[in-house]
């Protein structure tokens, strides 16, 4: 870890609305000494991959309620790829089920936080899997 | 119901209980407490049927009439969606509540590059007329109500359920239909919205100066609290912002020159039972008795049915838990009493899977019946208000008022509440008590049983709905087949037509009819709409 403070993009891909959880990880990454930026609602996949860049973060984080979690994080994933942003880590939370956290895990996520995750666990997570930088 | 602050010793006895509110409970309540609120039974309360309405708007309470039951309902194709209504009305269901896909309520079509993934996913996917010729397929539309879940193109959706009816021989003056377009709360709370405020504002508006004209017997908005709620705001915050928000409408209809009792009994509410069951109950006599004075001290409306606060009042989402899900029966059954005891007309329950997927017909069920019991075999019909008289509760009930009156006149400072949203500091309150709630429950100073308390044991399966694309693939077949075999020039010129109003500040609904008869799309529309108003753009709140 260097001593650069942690920069995170909190997106809300897709056209659902809810934002209460997404919000309320804004304000707990916050408080965790993180720098966070806020995508706004009904954002596409291309748009919070170019905010990656331009904001350069070290962590994406989607917040996704709909069910659309699996082809979302797979186009995010994709796109991330293609951009050569292997540096940038991956957080999912929202609504996830259980069964479907392997499934995220397998296509590139680095950690899913479901809806009640504790704001330690998220917060320590971003913190020890953010990689170094020079 | 996990939403009060418990103070205790170190021997477990309650030393304060702090509602969310800000309220402090006290042990005991006499006759003392009432004086020190100035309690006075006609100027609080009156009878039920009586001017500030706080007892119930109605005489006789649900002796006269049980509420309606509208459980939300909606997935998939329009045939997914009508068989499931079929259902739920031959149980005993007494309205439906219309849930939209996120591409209907966001207004693009199924085949929108826009909307891949998410066509009838959170609700039915809507097009065209054809689709609700479907989903409201052999449903008596003169005898039950049907509530739309839909803001931004609440207008498009009325004016495609006017369409429905007159093809089933339904009258427009004969159906009840209910469009939430509430777009100020979408903005707050639930996100699907489209046009920036002011063009949103006045779409608003025409969906409520037609109704009043042409569909006598529609609710043409349903100020949803609700969602404002769910999002993290306070029972207070809830009502005061609800009353703030109907006022922006009420303005809106006022300045098209239309007198206060022409329009604004038709207004109804949409409001969360989710919290303390004394706060709640408190909550919605305080509602009751301030929407009344609200109307008829600043509006000076003279009818008393203008002065009605009507609503449904639901079980919130909120409350229910992914953890031991089956609790949920039983917190919504608590959610439900809360209601019946506060004289809701109308009500719904989120269904004890809903924390993870749409409802099963299973579910959907135990919340008609947990509804339908307390009418039929726990005794709510039998009193109007029957926790009037309470020490406590009258207590509480003059508390909540006078903190909703405080802030109200918050909003009034701001400017009202077209502006308070429109700069995103509404939205900011409301993210910052999500934020307080949630390290609330992670410190268990607000408890939640089985996710900060009782966390062992089973933990209960629930079935989940699977997503599946062949809705999506169904849908999109449809929808060619629709812009293949329909007029296209009758399409383009009431596509026109419908521009021309909205450059001109017209009233769009008259022309949104034509275009739905004409089976335009709901895409074709909402772009005549985008093209002209733009989008809006969300304010900063970090």
């Not at chain 1, 596409?44 to 070290?58: G, H, L, N, S, Y």
């Not at chain 2, 969360?272 to 069951?277: A, E, K």
């Not at chain 2, 009418?375 to 029957?386: A, C, K």
């Not at chain 2, 500091?425 to 900060?452: M, T, W």
């Amino acid at each position: 870890m260097s001593d650069r403070v942690i920069r995170v993009l909190i997106a809300k891909p897709g056209l659902d609305g809810h934002d209460r959880g997404a919000k309320v990880m804004a304000h707990a990454l916050k408080d965790a000494g993180m720098e966070v930026i806020y995508s706004g609602l009904h954002q596409t996949v291309p748009a919070i991959v170019k905010m990656a860049v331009q904001e350069d973060v070290d962590v994406i984080g989607l917040s996704i309620m709909s069910g659309a979690h699996i082809p979302i994080s797979k186009k995010v994933m994709d796109l991330i790829k293609e951009e050569g942003l292997d540096r940038v880590i991956v957080v999912v939370g929202g609504v996830i089920p259980a069964k479907d956290i392997h499934v995220l895990k397998g296509i590139g996520v680095a950690g899913v936080f479901p809806g009640g995750t504790p704001f330690e666990e998220s917060v320590n997570f971003i913190k020890e899997n953010v990689p170094s930088r020079s | 119901m996990g939403v009060a602050r418990y103070i205790k010793d170190d021997k477990d006895r309650i030393e304060d209980v702090i509602l969310q509110s800000g309220i402090h409970i006290k042990p005991l309540y006499t006759p003392e407490d009432l004086k020190e609120v100035g309690f006075n039974y006609t100027k609080d309360l009156g009878n039920s049927g009586e001017y500030p309405f706080t007892r119930g708007i109605h005489k006789l309470g649900y002796r006269s009439r049980e509420w309606t039951t509208r459980q939300y309902t909606g997935f998939g194709t329009p045939e997914d969606t009508n068989q499931r209504f079929k259902l739920m009305i031959s149980q005993g269901q007494t309205g439906l509540n219309v849930a939209f896909d996120l591409p209907t309520q966001m207004g693009y079509d199924s085949d929108d590059p826009m909307v891949e993934g998410e066509v009838g996913r959170v609700g039915m996917a809507i097009d065209s007329l054809r689709d609700f010729e479907i989903a409201f397929k052999d449903i008596a539309l003169d005898r039950i109500g049907a509530g739309l879940t839909i803001n931004a193109v609440a207008s498009i959706m009325l004016a495609m359920y006017q369409a429905v009816a007159e093809k089933f021989g339904f009258s427009k003056q004969a159906i009840s239909a209910t469009p939430q377009n509430d777009i100020l709360k979408e903005i707050v709370g639930r996100g699907a919205w489209i046009f920036p405020v002011e063009p949103a504002v006045r779409l608003i508006g025409d969906v409520i100066e037609y109704s009043i004209k042409e569909m006598p017997r529609t609710n043409p908005v349903s100020v949803a609290g609700y969602h404002i709620r769910e999002a993290g705001a306070t029972p207070v915050q809830e009502i005061a912002y609800a009353i703030q928000i109907a006022n922006a409408y009420i303005d809106n209809v006022l300045e098209r020159g239309h007198a206060i009792d022409e329009f604004v009994a038709r207004f109804s509410f949409n409001l969360d039972v989710f919290g303390n069951l004394w706060e709640q109950v408190a909550k919605f006599r305080a509602a009751r008795k301030l929407w009344a004075k609200n109307i008829k001290e600043k509006y000076g409306a003279k009818n008393d049915k203008s002065m009605f606060l009507r609503g449904i009042f639901g079980g919130g989402g909120g409350g229910l838990t992914k953890e031991q899900p089956e609790n949920n029966i039983v917190r919504s059954a608590y959610y439900a009493l809360a209601a019946a005891l506060s004289g809701a007309q109308t009500t719904a329950l989120c269904s004890y899977d809903e924390a993870y997927t749409i409802p099963t017909p299973h579910a959907a069920l135990i919340s008609l019946r947990t509804l339908q019991l307390l009418m039929d075999e726990v005794g709510l019909r039998d009193t109007v208000d029957p926790l009037a008289g309470s020490y406590f509760i009258e207590t509480l009930t003059k508390q909540m008022e006078a903190k909703i009156v405080e802030e109200m006149a918050k909003i009034d400072k701001m400017g009202g509440m077209v502006k308070a949203i429109s700069t995103g500091s509404i939205q900011k309150e409301v993210a910052r008590q999500a934020y307080e709630f949630e390290k609330g429950v992670q410190r268990s100073e607000l408890i939640k049983i089985g996710v900060n308390k009782y966390t062992g044991g089973e933990q209960g399966e629930v079935e989940l709905h699977e997503y599946s694309d062949t809705s999506a693939i169904e849908q999109i077949k449809s929808l060619k087949e629709v812009r293949r075999t329909r007029n296209g020039k009758e399409v383009a010129s009431s596509l026109k037509a419908l521009e021309k109003a909205a450059r001109n500040e017209e009233n769009v609904m008259p022309y949104l009819v034509d275009c739905c008869k004409a089976y335009a799309t709901v895409g074709e529309m909402t772009s005549v709409f985008r093209n002209i108003f733009g989008e809006f753009v969300e304010p900063s709140i970090f």
